[in-house]
């Protein structure tokens, strides 16, 4: 059973820097794509960053790249997101997830990942 556990968030004010955790059990690490999405009230989840399974080249949303930066460590099959420069509207539930099936263009779709986190909350004030 796959299981991804999400930490790191919580309040902090713009401009400052939270590191998010995802802990995966259950897969084959290295054979899966692993990503991050956002959800903010009333807004539909987003695309934040993700790996593939075939490369070591991470893929980032324009909406964060140069602020947030995914990585990996495949000893401790986790992947983090470093988050820094908060914006206000970076404030969303942020969701780990998975999938060993994905083409590259499906991975901006929330649906066409198999397995997610329960979700940590990130506040960022003004």
């Known amino acids: 059973q796959v299981q991804l556990v999400e930490s790191g968030g919580g309040l902090v004010q713009a401009g400052g820097s939270l590191r998010l955790s995802c802990v995966a059990s259950?897969?084959?690490?290295?054979?899966?794509?692993m990503g991050w999405f956002r959800q903010a009230p009333g807004k539909e989840r987003e695309f934040v960053a993700a790996?593939?399974?075939?490369?070591?080249?991470?893929y980032t949303a324009d909406s964060v790249k140069g602020r947030f930066t995914i990585s990996r460590d495949k000893d401790k099959s986790t992947v983090y997101l470093q988050m820094d420069s908060l914006k206000s509207e970076d404030t969303a539930v942020y969701y780990c997830?998975?999938?060993?099936?994905?083409?590259?263009?499906?991975?901006?779709?929330?649906?066409?990942?198999?397995?997610w986190g329960q979700g940590t909350q990130v506040t960022v004030s003004s």
């Open positions: 790996f593939s399974n075939r490369n070591s080249n991470p």
């Open positions: 259950g897969l084959a690490f290295s054979r899966y794509w």
């Open positions: 997830a998975a999938s060993s099936t994905l083409i590259l263009s499906s991975m901006y779709t929330a649906r066409s990942w198999s397995h």
